[in-house]
């Protein structure tokens, strides 16, 4: 039955004249979008997803044969979310690949306002190179590529190198303050620096004198494995799990204590074997890859088993869990935390 009077119905129609006629001057009424607009909980489209690295590993060795390092400047894989299907986004903010390079290849010296993180997933051999310093990479190291820096890849050893990046692409974007510059706009070759110098300067609780940082990213370019899981086991050994978290450590720029980045902070965590976190949720969508062991992880309805360099991705404010299996597992993530720390939007829910 409808019971809409005529006087209803005469002021419906008032409206949606008004909203006609205010259209082509590029206006639109508020109090028809509104309840999208400021949702009660995060309404993000981004979805749950696991990258299942033994499935999708044969395509890297397919792109290989397919196009050069140097024809493609960057060989990679981009993991995209099922909900942001050709936004080249893994989360609504984040961008996620997989990268290779062959033994030999160079892939040539570029730079950009994105700013870029890399954790090595497979191989020896390899190195990256920021602004002329040349530092090899093992796995399980946390490398980063601060916005705007002078960076290539290169290949020495006899196998394949493989490496999970993550870069603020999407966020950027919504800026639009995307900006690049390739080789053949360098005016001269980068002067090369002594691998490890930057550990030197800046990685053993010293400076050099009278240092002024040139940028709020870490001086850092490498975070060694070994060191990190060294720290997870010391802390480990003396310390209860967080019911959370496990043994969770955030990675730090050695000149403030701060994230090693401005857009992005990365972080590693330890649960050992048969541990499970208790439900958590944060509104930072967050990406994840296993580096040792394997993991049940709960993201709301879904389940699903990750296996060392598998990745998988949590959306905001999405509850989950994740269990050890019967040995240690390591995982490394990666999300915006420190920009909505910044803008005072990040918060979190724990579970008992």
Same mark, same amino acid.
């Given at each position: ?8 119905? *005469?002021?419906?129609?008032? &409206? ?7 259209? @082509? ?15 009660? %909980? /995060? ?28 024809? +493609? ?9 099922? *909900?942001?299907?050709?936004? $080249? +986004?893994?989360?609504?903010?984040? #961008?996620? *690949? ?9 892939? /040539?010296?570029?730079? !950009? ?13 390899? #190195? ?22 002078? !960076? ?7 196998? /394949? ?20 510059? !390739? ?8 002067? $090369? ?14 400076? @050099?004198?009278?240092?002024? +940082? ?10 060694? #494995? ?13 310390? @209860? ?9 955030? #990675? ?9 980045? /401005? ?20 509104? $930072?969508?967050?990406?994840? +890859? ?14 699903? %088993?990750? &296996? ?14 994740? %269990? ?18 910044i803008l005072g939007l990040w918060r979190e829910q724990r579970s008992a």
């Amino acid at each position: 039955m409808n019971t809409t009077t005529t006087g209803e119905a *005469g002021a419906l129609e008032a &409206r949606r004249d008004f909203y006609r006629r205010i259209d @082509p001057d590029n206006l639109a009424p508020l109090w028809e979008q509104l309840h999208s607009l400021v949702t009660r %909980t /995060p309404a993000s489209q981004c979805r749950p997803v696991h990258w299942d690295y033994r499935k999708i590993r044969p395509y890297l060795d397919e792109a290989g044969r397919l196009i050069t390092a140097e024809e +493609a400047v960057r060989r990679v894989l981009i993991l995209e979310n099922p *909900g942001l299907r050709g936004q $080249a +986004a893994a989360t609504t903010s984040l #961008y996620a *690949g997989l990268q290779m390079i062959l033994p030999g290849e160079i892939a /040539p010296p570029h730079r !950009h306002t994105q700013a870029a993180i890399r954790l090595i997933l497979e191989g020896e051999g390899a #190195y990256t190179s920021v602004d002329g310093e040349k530092t090899f990479m093992e796995r399980g190291d946390f490398i980063i590529t601060p916005a705007w820096h002078w !960076h290539e890849h290169g290949n020495e050893g006899a196998a /394949p190198m493989v490496w999970l990046d993550g870069l603020d692409v999407p966020m950027v974007a919504m800026l639009d303050a995307s900006f690049a510059e !390739h080789a053949a706009d360098l005016p001269a070759p980068i002067p $090369a620096r002594r691998g490890g110098e930057s550990k030197a300067r800046f990685g053993s609780n010293l400076l @050099p004198v009278d240092y002024q +940082a040139p940028s709020p990213s870490s001086p850092l370019f490498k975070y060694p #494995y070994a060191e990190t899981l060294a720290a997870l086991r010391a802390i480990a050994a003396g310390n @209860p799990p967080d019911a959370c978290h496990g043994h969770k450590l955030r #990675y730090a720029n050695p000149l403030d204590g701060g994230y090693p980045m /401005p857009t992005m902070g990365a972080f590693i965590q330890l649960l050992p074997g048969g541990f499970g976190t208790a439900p958590y949720r944060c509104t $930072a969508g967050t990406v994840f +890859a296993v580096i040792d062991g394997e993991v049940e992880v709960a993201i709301g309805e879904q389940r699903f %088993t990750a &296996r060392p360099n598998d990745v998988f991705v949590v959306p905001s404010w999405a509850e989950h869990r994740i %269990t050890a299996g019967k040995d240690d597992a390591v995982i490394f993530s990666f999300s915006d935390r420190p920009v909505q720390e910044i803008l005072g939007l990040w918060r979190e829910q724990r579970s008992a």
